[in-house]
């Protein structure tokens, strides 16, 4: 896959895709933090804050062996 094709959709265009489809709950899930030596790594706080700017419904951040069931409601479970 060439560079030129590689496209990472920014947490508030995920917001904006959010906020025109109405999940029952949006949820990130497989995140990858990239940094550099002038970019500092992201944290879910601050994925959380853009995708605020243009979504305001229900939002989880997925973390290892967390469960999403799916159906008449939507229900979120973390092993602890």
């Keep these: ?3 030129a094709s590689l496209r990472i959709t ?3 265009e995920a917001g904006t895709v959010f906020a025109q489809t109405r999940p029952k709950l949006a949820a990130y899930t ?3 933090f990239l940094s550099s030596k ?3 790594c ?3 706080e601050d ?3 853009q995708t605020r700017l243009t979504y305001d419904g229900p939002l989880e951040v997925g973390q290892d062996l967390t469960r ?3 159906g008449p409601q939507v ?3 973390r092993l602890t």
Aim: hydrophobic letters at 50%; charged letters at 5%.
């Design 1 to 3: 896959m060439s560079s």
């Design 10 to 12: 920014t947490p508030s």
């Design 30 to 32: 497989h995140l990858v």
């Design 38 to 40: 002038t970019v500092p």
């Design 42 to 44: 992201a944290t879910i």
């Design 47 to 49: 994925l959380v804050a």
């Design 68 to 70: 999403f069931e799916v």
């Design 75 to 77: 229900s979120v479970g």
